[in-house]
């Protein structure tokens, strides 16, 4: 039984499979994942597991070099913006519409849902190298 990081297998099978500059994409609960993309979906109910619990365990099992969020988080979920913002200092973010970053859901490796139910709580994780 694995002892440290990311227990869920599907998760933990995606970060193993990850090359540098491959994209990760951590979700809430009404983004619309397109058909030809992996999802896993780790929500149990609405709230339920929060954007923020997911996006901290993952980064503690993947090497990311960057993220992007929607500009809409700034204004629409401010309290969430700032806590990535000030928690994650030292990853570069960069910024685009909401319906830019839903056009490259198709390039992501794996989507994960979570059960966040506030708006805007979606970031692409781009993979990083060890070395």
Same mark, same amino acid.
């Not at 993309?37 to 929500?43: A, E, L, Q």
């Not at 339920?48 to 099992?61: C, K, M, N, Q, S």
């Not at 970053?101 to 994780?125: H, S, Y």
């Given at each position: 039984?694995k002892?440290?990081? !990311? ?5 933990? #099978?995606?970060?193993? /499979?990850l090359?540098?500059?491959?994209k ?5 609960c ?6 030809e993309?992996?999802?896993?979906? !780790? +929500? ?5 597991? /929060?954007?923020?619990t997911?996006?901290? #365990? ?7 070099? +960057? ?11 401010? +309290?969430?913006?700032?806590?990535i /913002? ?7 973010? +960069? ?12 390039? #992501?490796? #794996?989507?994960? /849902? ?6 805007f709580?979606? !970031?692409?994780l ?6």
């Amino acid at each position: 039984m694995k002892k440290h990081g !990311v227990l869920n297998r599907d998760i933990a #099978a995606i970060l193993a /499979r990850l090359g540098h500059t491959d994209k990760v994409v951590i979700a809430d609960c009404g983004l619309p994942i397109p058909e030809e993309t992996p999802c896993i979906d !780790v +929500s149990i109910k609405q709230g339920y597991p /929060r954007f923020g619990t997911v996006l901290e #365990a993952i980064l503690e099992d993947m090497e990311v070099e +960057s993220m992007t969020l929607a500009n809409e988080i700034k204004a629409y979920n401010e +309290s969430l913006y700032e806590q990535i /913002r000030e928690t994650y200092k030292e990853i570069p973010i +960069s910024y685009q519409s909401h319906e830019e970053l839903k056009d490259e859901l198709k390039q #992501a490796k #794996a989507i994960i /849902r979570t059960g966040e139910n506030t708006p805007f709580a979606n !970031v692409i994780l781009q993979a990083g190298v060890i070395f």
